[in-house]
């Protein structure tokens, strides 16, 4: 059984956004759809690195974050992988290359939390 952590008010999280933020020592995003809420760690499953920081910006749009570092996307609700290292810093890159730059590492998706929206907080189990 994990532990229940306060991510910060349902007010701070933006309809239709991806919103990074740390909680209890976690970095996580935060994507809201409405009443839905989803959350996810802030780690590509590829190298590591920030979805919301690096040199592709930003990148969002319905459910699906892209890392700004590898191009991969994924759902964050599900976690779902989309497609796999398919650019570099938010340029695409000739198909032929994507193993390269992969550095081995498989498909994989991101790691979602079980997420509660409780009294207008939203909280995650970690």
């Not at 938010?90 to 009294?119: F, H, K, N, Y």
């Amino acid at each position: 059984m994990g532990t229940e952590v306060r991510v910060g008010p349902l007010a701070d999280f933006p309809d239709g956004r991806l919103t990074g933020v740390e909680a209890d020592g976690h970095r996580l995003i935060v994507a809201r759809d409405g009443d839905e809420v989803c959350v996810a760690r802030n780690q590509c499953p590829h190298l590591g690195f920030s979805l919301t920081r690096g040199p592709g910006g930003l990148k969002y749009e319905d459910g699906v974050v892209q890392c700004p570092w590898h191009n991969s996307r994924f759902n964050v609700c599900t976690g779902e992988n989309l497609d796999w290292v398919t650019g570099f810093a938010g340029r695409r890159v000739p198909t032929w290359s994507r193993s390269v730059i992969a550095l081995g590492r498989r498909p994989r998706g991101l790691d979602t939390l079980s997420t509660t929206v409780r009294e207008g907080d939203v909280y995650v189990t970690v």
